[in-house]
């Protein structure tokens, strides 16, 4: 019987410190309101420097540990990796929109301003256009998944997003009719993938080369795994503090954006559940190859929607809710997961 796994203290309770981080950012933004206004100022080309620095602090940690090397092994396991891709690319997206159409644009007519639906919208597209790269780790660790196919499917993912993102997120935003400034968006893309993305591929280079690959894996990136993580709540409480006027005024909005991400991520994990199954994936590749695409690099989202549209906008509140129910929505998945192996064991 496989041994069961445990998240660190910190990851297995992200959702409290998420959430403590929403509450403080609401109060930061009522009791401090001009000195966040001022804050929310200090942009340059529409990219508010602070966020991006805290950001950047997020996403170079996650890119220190793609491996495109590993790419050049897909050849020999390509059904679970082509499943991934499918799924995050080519249903994805396009359910997204669908479930925040319906929702923002129909359901929630008498809670949210028609004038605003469109931006709600914007951020679920940019949420669902983003799969998930760094948290894919510990979901498949959790689900004893096999860590050397998980880094295939991360570093290929990563890959397609230099390519697809953009595309993807301004047709399915054009469909909806909301304007989208292409070099903004190409902008966001540059500077929160592709730059960290090369300091990342160069600085795990020249220390694998100095200090060898047990001393990077085991001490460098374990050291700094904590920057990421509290640069992602400093983050959260900058957000919210400049959200809480409109949060405070309709408390409910966090529920109302949460819902239609909730069935978006049960969706995709039970269609990629379902399809593992049936072209027979080996369960340590079917576990994380489900996770990949039930989850979003959150990272990115918050960026582009903020460099899009906004600190205080819609779209940036709808990837930060993202945030808040992802981490225990995939905890009862890798539940699911691992009873269902368990039973299939014991049958076995």
């Given amino acids: ?20 981080g929403i509450i403080a950012g609401v109060a930061l933004g009522h009791y ?6 001022a804050l929310s100022e200090l942009e340059v080309a529409r ?4 966020i991006a620095v805290l950001i950047w602090l997020m996403i170079y940690p996650m890119m220190l540990q793609v491996d495109f090397s590993s790419i050049k092994e897909v050849g020999k396991k ?19 929109a669908f479930f925040a159409w319906i929702f923002f644009s129909h359901i929630y007519q008498a809670w949210i301003d028609p004038s605003m639906a469109g931006e709600y919208i914007a951020g679920a597209i940019i949420l669902g256009a983003a799969p998930c790269t760094a948290m894919v780790f510990v979901w498949s660790y959790l689900t004893n998944g096999d860590p050397n196919y998980t880094l295939v499917q991360v570093s290929v993912n990563d890959l397609i997003i230099l390519i697809a993102f953009i595309p993807i997120v301004g047709l399915l935003l054009g469909i909806t009719n909301i ?12 500077i929160f993938v592709v730059i960290p993305l090369v300091a990342g591929v160069i600085t795990q280079r020249v220390l694998l080369r100095r200090r060898g690959k047990d001393w990077f894996k085991n001490k460098f990136l374990s050291k700094l795994k904590p920057v990421s993580i509290v640069a992602l709540l400093v983050t959260l409480v900058f957000l919210f503090a400049f959200q809480s006027g409109n949060i405070l005024s309709n408390p409910s909005i966090i529920v109302l954006v949460a819902v239609p991400l909730v069935i978006q991520t049960y969706f995709i994990f039970f269609l990629a559940w379902f399809v593992g199954r049936k072209i027979n994936l080996p369960f340590p590749v079917l576990a994380p190859a489900t996770m990949i695409g039930a989850s979003n690099f959150f990272e990115l989202a918050v960026a582009t929607s903020i460099t899009l549209f906004g600190l205080n906008s819609p779209a940036a509140l709808v990837t930060v809710v993202g945030v808040l129910v992802e981490v225990p929505m995939m905890l009862s998945l890798v539940a699911f997961a691992n009873k269902w192996q368990g039973r299939r064991s014991a049958i076995a």
Avoid: C, H
């Fill in 1 to 20: 019987m496989a041994q069961k796994k445990a998240m660190s203290f910190f990851d297995r309770y992200l959702t409290v410190w998420v959430g403590l």
């Fill in 32 to 37: 401090a309101g001009d000195s966040m206004e």
């Fill in 47 to 50: 990219v508010n420097i602070p």
């Fill in 78 to 96: 390509p059904k679970g990796v082509i499943m991934t891709v499918i799924i995050n690319w080519l249903i994805k997206p396009f359910s997204m």
């Fill in 179 to 190: 304007s989208i400034p292409y070099d903004t968006l190409v902008a966001s893309i540059v």
